[in-house]
């Protein structure tokens, strides 16, 4: 490439306390390319983000714009000179409009005060440039993330940004979605805009991208074509070493039942859902985003109440609305939502981990701190945990390190049930493989597991049986043998009787 890049970093250096989170890295970001960051939990690539985006300050190495270098004292300066940043979940005003969330505080005005009717024009005309249908009018409040995103993609657009960093934007949404957010980045691309884009999901990279910087441990790997490198490359290139198996799916004889669901209905949102799960089974609960999984997962577990039917655990009848019951009973969840719903963000670690079992490291009345450091411990090996000390808040780890705490939390104590709510959003290719293992694992040991997943490879590599759900109804149920790509989509667009 012989143009000047937009924006690029030379040697940079980033580190927090003696964690060296970035270190010498260096990135050129083109007009006209998608440019992809890779790398496992911890690599680094949050903190390229921020710098780049002006939220953190490099401790070493230059920032350059058109060549020039720069400094960015703050998010504002990165804003001005069009650098934007598309979040995995937007943060709008929700009671303001489409329009008025774009505009933010540089609304179109007339002799009258704000112009709306110019306003609502160059809402639409920022969504026709991008080739996507948005209200101008409609409030935020009740917008998809997918949408949400799109709104975000405008703003930046109407601030006239050259540089789009997209960080994790796919891991929140359906297959519909990512294709429509696909087709609205190699829109920008085309206009000339520079794309940085973070997804742990290797095929996506290969979809959208044209080169790709890899990052390892905070350092500088490699910039490559994606159109010279094979997958199995990027993966070593991002780990290290080779990879084992992806899905290695143990061979189990299903045991006694021991989670029954009958007839379960929450009016509005799920309804007349039926099915078993057996000691040494996985069964994965398929279905669009948005299908009803995880709300019938949150009314198994008692976090939302029921309208009718029935829910046992080992032939007992669970009491409605009660995760106390739940967990008594030896369910457990680990929800999709974990930063909101799976950790408290400024306790350690190891508390985190420790929370959700505190009868295991119970002696007496008292919790034994020992007992608890040596169980986070091990925990934070066997899903190999990139941290600095056990005592650290849990705040200070990166998203996909996050998402491993609380796996080790609901793991840590050793259900009968294991709810798991897309086990590896978020999480690296290498851990993919760690977490699959577990859960076969679990499953070999008499665990019976429901694990909801979006990502069909995980579905077809790693379940038993399939229960596919297609408005808030359960569309069909899969044996391993029966359940394709075909046949899982069909069902979970509604194309195939149950
Ligand atoms: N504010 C902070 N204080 C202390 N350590 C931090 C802070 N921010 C990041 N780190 C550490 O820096 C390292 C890199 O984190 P970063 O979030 O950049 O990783 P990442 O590649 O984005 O990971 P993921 O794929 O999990 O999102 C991690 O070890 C993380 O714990």
Do not use: D, P, Y
């Given at each position: 490439m012989d143009q000047t890049p937009v924006l690029s970093l030379s040697q940079v250096s980033k580190a927090f306390g003696a964690v060296r989170a970035v270190r010498e890295v260096s990135l050129e970001l083109h007009p006209g390319e998608v440019h992809a960051l890779a790398g496992?939990?911890?690599?680094?690539?949050?903190?390229?983000?921020?710098?780049?985006?002006?939220?953190h300050r490099p401790d070493s190495g230059r920032i350059l714009l058109d060549g020039e270098p720069v400094e960015f004292a703050g998010p504002g300066d990165a804003q001005q000179a069009g650098v934007a940043v598309i979040y995995q979940e937007p943060t709008l005003f929700p009671d303001l409009s489409v329009m008025e969330n774009i505009f933010m505080g540089r609304q179109p005005r007339s002799r009258f005060g704000i112009d709306r009717r110019a306003m609502r024009a160059a809402a639409a005309d920022l969504f026709a440039r991008l080739g996507v249908r948005l209200d101008p009018d409609q409030p935020a409040r009740g917008l998809s993330i997918a949408d949400q995103q799109l709104v975000e993609i405008a703003k930046a657009l109407s601030r006239r940004a050259r540089v789009l960093i997209m960080d994790e934007p796919t891991a929140a949404l359906s297959g519909n979605e990512v294709a429509r957010l696909f087709g609205v980045a190699t829109t920008l691309r085309e206009q000339g805009?520079?794309?940085?884009?973070?997804?742990?999901?290797?095929?996506?990279?290969?979809?959208l991208c044209t080169r790709v910087t890899t990052l390892r441990d905070g350092a500088y790997v490699a910039t490559d074509l994606i159109a010279d490198i094979t997958p199995d490359d990027l993966v070593r290139r991002m780990v290290g070493r080779e990879l084992d198996a992806l899905f290695p799916k143990q061979e189990t004889a299903a045991g006694e039942v021991a989670l029954k669901v009958g007839r379960l209905t929450r009016e509005g949102v799920f309804t007349d859902v039926s099915f078993e799960v057996r000691r040494g089974e996985i069964v994965a609960l398929a279905g669009l985003v948005g299908a009803g999984r995880s709300e019938v997962a949150r009314a198994i577990f008692g976090i939302d109440r029921w309208d009718a039917g029935s829910v046992e655990v080992d032939g007992r009848r669970l009491r409605p609305a009660s995760p106390t019951a739940a967990m008594a009973a030896g369910l457990a969840l680990v929800p999709e939502d974990r930063r909101q719903q799976g950790l408290v963000m400024d306790l350690s670690i190891e508390r985190n981990i420790g929370l959700a079992g505190l009868a295991a490291v119970r002696r007496g009345p008292l919790v034994s701190r020992a007992a608890e450091r040596r169980r986070a411990a091990d925990w934070a090996v066997r899903l190999r945990l990139k941290y600095a000390r056990l005592a650290d808040p849990v705040n200070v780890l990166s998203g996909g390190n996050q998402q491993k705490v609380v796996l080790a939390k609901w793991l840590a104590r050793g259900p009968s049930v294991l709810i798991v709510d897309e086990p590896t959003r978020g999480i690296d290719v290498g851990t993919k493989a760690e977490v699959h293992r577990l859960l076969s694992e679990l499953a070999g040991s008499g665990v019976a597991v429901l694990m909801i997943s979006s990502e069909l490879p995980e579905v077809l590599g790693m379940a038993d049986r399939v229960l596919v759900m297609h408005e808030g109804r359960l569309a069909a149920e899969l044996s391993r043998a029966e359940a394709t790509e075909e046949s899982v989509m069909a069902a979970a667009t509604g194309r195939s009787a149950a």
């Open positions: 496992e939990n911890g690599a680094g690539k949050s903190t390229i983000v921020k710098i780049l985006s002006g939220v805009c520079a794309l940085l884009f973070i997804s742990h999901r290797l095929e996506e990279m290969f979809e």
